[in-house]
Nanobody, 127 residues
Framework: QVQLVESGGGLVQAGGSLRLSCAAS????????MGWFRQAPGKEREFVAL????????YYADSVKGRFTISRDNAKNTVYLQMNSLKPEDTAVYYC????????????????????WGQGTQVTVSS
């Protein structure tokens, strides 16, 4: 059974940092682009960052560029999201996702490109 399990969320003050992890099991995702998305209460799920299968290409939403860093360790089948300089508006449930269907790079900013999702981890940033 394929699973993506996020961890590392929590409560942090504005300006603080958190590191999210997404551990995959059931199959290897070393060739699969992986993405991070987030969803705040009452809002649609939005793109945060994505990384290519080999980790040599990344892309970020403008709202997190320069503050968040996505990375991966294919030997551990794990993707990370380092979040620095957190703001209250970063408060959301954060989800990782994997694309195994060979979607084009541009479409990976959309939720429909991904076929595996984790259950999410809550990030709360207090002011």
């Amino acid at each position: 059974q394929v699973q993506l399990v996020e961890s590392g969320g929590g409560l942090v003050q504005a300006g603080g940092s958190l590191r999210l992890s997404c551990a995959a099991s059931g199959r290897t995702f070393s060739r699969s682009p992986m993405g991070w998305f987030r969803q705040a209460p009452g809002k649609e799920r939005e793109f945060v960052a994505l990384i290519s299968g080999r980790g040599d290409n990344t892309y970020y939403a403008d709202s997190v560029k320069g503050r968040f860093t996505i990375s991966r360790d294919n030997a551990k089948n794990t993707v990370y999201l380092q979040m620095n300089s957190l703001k209250p508006e970063d408060t959301a449930v954060y989800y990782c996702a994997a694309d195994t269907d060979g979607s084009t790079w541009y479409t990976l900013r959309g939720t429909s490109a991904y076929d595996y999702w984790g259950q999410g981890t809550q990030v709360t940033v207090s002011s």
